[in-house]
């Protein structure tokens, strides 16, 4: 089981870039990382997704060094509606192992003016 | 607007009482996934369904059950309430049998008096 760390809460201020970091020690060969975001009362969003190395979209990048323990969500330039919970999963895209959907509690970002 | 939609979004009774929340998943998804969130805690997965078919199940208690219709619809029963069951209930989908990126609804919020 690839279980994650992320810290609990982080801070910022509009306008910086924000890393949140997953630690996922036990990480498998086939495993890919997921971030969601979530928002109060609402269902979780799909962020990005990566195996290796940098992804990056519209909305965020995703960083996974070479050794894949670890993965970093940025997120540039933060404004004030970033202010969420987001969650790293670790696990196969198309696998059985129903393991794998554990959300835990996350990380909540705020953001202020 | 993720395209899956959950009914009723607010649902208030009491303890003892039996409940059924509703899920439409995106048009062309086969995968329905329930969750349960209770406050300030990370989603728990409860169950998935794929094309009528249970295909894998979560932390879901013997009160509860769900069910995937011809139409692709998903029900999810809560029957002998608990004032522990009052949540957030979230569904979610995909477009195969086993879980990728999933696209979830607005939640149903329960309340159990």
């Known amino acids: 089981l690839a279980k994650t760390t992320q810290p609990i809460s982080m801070d910022s201020y509009e306008g910086q870039e924000v890393n949140i970091t997953c630690s996922h020690n036990?990480?498998?060969?086939?495993?890919?990382i997921t971030w969601y975001q979530q928002f109060p009362s609402q269902g979780p969003r799909f962020i990005i997704q990566?195996?290796?190395t940098k992804v990056t979209n519209e909305v965020a990048s995703l960083f996974i060094p070479a050794d894949r323990k670890s993965s970093t969500l940025s997120l540039p330039r933060v404004s004030l509606s970033d202010t969420a919970v987001y969650y790293c999963?670790?696990?196969?895209?198309?696998?059985?192992?129903?393991?794998?959907?554990?959300f835990g509690t996350g990380t909540r970002l705020q953001v202020f003016p | 607007d993720s395209g899956v939609t959950q009914t009723p979004k607010h649902l208030i009774t009491a303890t003892g009482q039996r409940v059924t929340l509703r899920c439409s998943p995106r048009?062309?998804?086969?995968?329905v996934y329930w969750y349960q969130q209770s406050l300030d805690q990370g989603l728990q997965f409860l169950i998935q369904?794929?094309?009528?078919?249970?295909?894998a199940k979560g932390n879901i208690l013997e009160r509860f059950s769900a069910q995937q219709f011809p139409d692709l619809h998903s029900e999810l029963n809560l029957s002998s309430l608990e004032l522990g069951d009052s949540a957030l209930y979230f569904c979610?989908?995909?477009?195969?049998?086993?879980?990728?990126?999933?696209?979830f609804g607005a939640g149903t919020r329960l309340s159990v008096l």
């Open positions: 979610a989908s995909s477009v195969g049998a086993l879980e990728g990126i999933q696209y």
């Open positions: 036990n990480i498998a060969t086939n495993d890919y």
């Open positions: 990566g195996y290796k």
């Open positions: 999963l670790v696990g196969v895209p198309l696998s059985y192992n129903t393991d794998k959907l554990i």
């Open positions: 048009s062309g998804d086969l995968s």
């Open positions: 369904y794929y094309n009528g078919e249970e295909r």
